[in-house]
């Protein structure tokens, strides 16, 4: 990891490690109205000191971003036969919020009401204000961001979003699109299966990234979401792990209490040797 980064992040943890982990988040919307209350509807960029509780929302934003990509990834996986569509639409979620939660961590945020976004400098002593462009929506912007980011940029997990194809075609297509007619019978959600999805999603091996495609001939494509998901959720994981090995805070949600344990966040190692070459 770059240096600068590790150093920031680390920065971002600090005032979690000596605070309980489970009262550690804040209300709902801090991070926001923290930000807001610097925005100048005059000046499209203001650039204001970084407080420790600017820094400290920043961290928990991403780690709380990232529960709910776990979250999502398990409702995704229960729902596989029960649903295929929304199966597909909860596993492009949990990508979503993978993403978010690097981009949180690499100290990016969107205020969606004030149309600005808040960039922390390198040091995170400072955080710049820019006022959003017309095609910075949310999904697009964060997927963007991450997957140009110098820390991602080679990782193939990570690309920008595309909203006819991939990942954002299975939530458009879903959400959108007429005569879809894809209902099995419904089959109530299952522990059991639950325990051998993820067992066979954390054991699969491949030589490519696989590719969500959301064209006629493979929508809903449920494993190929499925398995970049938690390719993703695995990947923010590690990278904190990286930074944050002893941080009273993140040892604890790392491993999430609502968790079945199952969910080991394991990945066949060959699998990362051989993918985390730069992107074509």
Sequence with gaps: MDKKLSRRVESMFADLNSQSAASSFPAPGTLSELLSKHVDASSPTKTVIASRKILTCFATAAVEMWLRSVHSFLISASLTKASPIWSSVAGYYSSHYSVRAFAHLFGAFQLHRK???????????HVVLEKKNANDGEHKFY??????????????????????????????????????????????????F???RIEQISGIEFSAV?????????????????????H????????????????RFWKVQRSPA????????????????ALYARKP
């Design 210 to 230: 696989p590719v969500p495609r959301a064209d006629a001939d493979h929508f809903p494509d449920i494993e190929n979401i499925q398995i970049v998901a938690y």
């Design 258 to 273: 609502w968790c079945p344990e199952t969910l080991t966040f394991s990945v066949v190692d060959s699998v990362f040797v």
């Design 143 to 192: 997927w963007k961001f991450v997957s140009e980011h110098p820390q991602l940029a080679s990782d193939p997990f990570f690309y920008s979003n595309r909203d006819d194809e991939l990942d954002g075609g299975h939530r458009n297509k879903a959400n959108y699109s007429d005569h879809i007619c894809r209902y099995p019978v419904f089959q109530p959600l299952d522990s059991q």
């Design 194 to 196: 639950l325990k051998d």
């Design 115 to 125: 149309r600005r976004i808040a960039y922390l400098d390198e040091t995170g002593g």
């Design 232 to 247: 993703r959720l695995v990947k923010f994981r590690q990278f904190v792990d990286e930074v944050c090995t002893s941080n």
